[in-house]
């Protein structure tokens, strides 16, 4: 293949779910990628139209994955909760076999450059170890920290930003004014295209500054204030309308931890996103570190759109962990 300096391959893993198909969608817009769908040979999910199939079984010793892998650029990695834990490993040692030169790891989120939440955050450490891995075997990663997926968070309920839409219930963490960085699925996707259309190598902005390095956007910095502020201008109500309650982050994350030893998996989103939350700024990686935002061309987004498309998700019943 000749020499391009454009990154032109490109492989997702999970090109069906909720956040790889705005992956898949916003480089095929782009129309400078070839986007090729890594699944299982019993997937079921839908593809964007567009997508090339390569289907691997993870059981016949890698074999599969390497072939599929063969001739990318550039590999992105999105898996289920409900993924087996080594499937992030099994991958990574693939591309490295095929050759593939960059990686973005499944470690969306948080800034895993802050020491504090690498220790206390709890997909921290996990976060931390995919990138690790992948430098030792001689491919570089480019790590999406994008804050919390907005849609998702607001839509699962009170364990997650502290607002139940369906039952009107608010618990401010604190006073509910720390402000934290949330990211859109769509401004994800717009993110990724944006970066992966740059020059690989030269001047800035090219992608290779971002090479082992976290890459900061966001689509918002609210907080729990602001986001309710936007439910009420969406749907026509007031805090009148809704029964509000306020709590420590401190005493939120240590319960949601008891919890979640034993055994109420909604302890584990009550304690991870709670300590975002803390009020010492770790969750708002917009005022430390800068945003790649301007840099790479990204839209503003309005802040009640993407309220709307959330509540509009609650009233239809959407509800993925059910699934």
């Not at 992105?76 to 593939?100: E, M, Q």
């Not at 206390?120 to 480019?142: M, N, P, R, W």
């Not at 800035?204 to 890459?215: G, I």
């Not at 989103?269 to 009020?279: E, G, H, I, T, V």
Request: charged share 25%.
């Amino acid at each position: 293949m000749a020499q391009t300096n454009r990154i032109e391959k490109v492989a997702i893993v999970g090109a069906s779910g909720r956040l790889g198909k705005h992956f898949a969608e916003e480089l095929l817009k782009t129309g400078k990628h070839t986007v090729t769908a890594v699944t299982r040979t019993d997937s079921k999910g839908t593809l964007p139209a567009g997508v090339k199939v390569a289907q691997v079984n993870y059981d016949d010793d890698g074999q599969s994955l390497v072939s599929a892998l063969q001739g990318q650029q550039f590999l992105i990695i999105t898996l289920s909760i409900r993924a087996p834990p080594d499937t992030h490993s099994k991958l990574v040692r693939a591309a490295a076999k095929a050759g593939v030169p960059y990686i973005m790891p499944n470690a969306y989120g948080f800034d895993i450059l802050n020491k504090s939440l690498r220790e206390e955050d709890l997909y921290g450490a996990t976060s931390l170890q995919h990138c690790v891995e992948i430098e030792k075997l001689g491919i570089s990663y480019v790590a999406m920290v994008c804050g919390f997926w907005y849609e998702w968070s607001l839509a699962l309920g009170e364990f997650w930003f502290g607002l139940d839409i369906k039952n009107k219930k608010a618990t401010f963490f604190d006073d509910g004014e720390t402000r934290v960085n949330v990211s859109t699925w769509r401004q994800c996707g717009r993110a990724l295209a944006a970066l992966l259309s740059l020059p690989e190598s030269g001047a800035s902005p090219s992608v290779s500054q971002w090479k082992n390095m976290p890459f900061y956007f966001a689509s918002f910095r609210v907080s729990q204030r602001d986001m309710l502020d936007s439910i009420h201008r969406v749907t026509g109500t007031t805090d009148k309308d809704w029964e509000i309650t306020y709590e420590p982050t401190g005493e939120r994350y240590k319960n949601g931890i008891d919890e979640m030893q034993k055994g109420a998996r909604t302890g584990f989103a009550k304690a991870m996103y709670s300590r975002l939350f803390f009020p010492n700024g770790d969750g708002d990686f917009e005022s430390s570190r800068g945003l790649a935002n301007d840099l790479i061309g990204l839209p503003k987004e309005d802040l009640d759109e993407a309220t709307k498309r959330t509540v509009e998700m609650v009233e239809s019943g959407w509800n993925p962990l059910a699934q």
